[in-house]
């Protein structure tokens, strides 16, 4: 399996940016379709975005799409999430995962997770 690492978060006002990275160690980062998710206090972990082992193929949910950008680099062993027009409702841990691209929007089926980074968007 694959270990992955997050990175980038932080606190940050209302309307701002922040770009998480997400580094993967091993040289089977690019067999892998990887993930975004994200668990705000008290709340079950949620799907964010995916994206495919060549990152031609993405997909975000619907709370997210037009302020979010998945991208990877499989040159880098790293996946991103670029996090523009933030609101407080974004508050979050913030995980990376890896698995395959039809299955990995369930947690169930998520193959190698990070550990998280928290992002906090103040109002």
């Known amino acids: 399996q694959v270990q992955l690492v997050e990175s980038g978060g932080g606190l940050v006002q209302a309307g701002g940016s922040l770009r998480l990275s997400c580094a993967a160690s091993?040289?089977?980062?690019?067999?892998?379709?990887m993930a975004w998710f994200r668990q705000a206090p008290g709340k079950e972990r949620d799907f964010v975005a995916r994206i495919s082992r060549d990152g031609g193929i993405t997909y975000y949910t619907d709370s997210v799409k037009g302020r979010f950008t998945i991208s990877r680099d499989n040159a880098k062993n790293t996946v991103y999430l670029q996090m523009n027009s933030l609101q407080p409702e974004d508050t979050a841990v913030y995980y990376c995962a890896a698995g395959n691209y039809y299955t990995i929007s369930t947690m169930t089926r998520v193959q190698s997770w990070g550990q998280g980074t928290q992002v906090t968007v103040s109002s």
């Open positions: 091993g040289r089977t980062f690019s067999s892998y379709a």
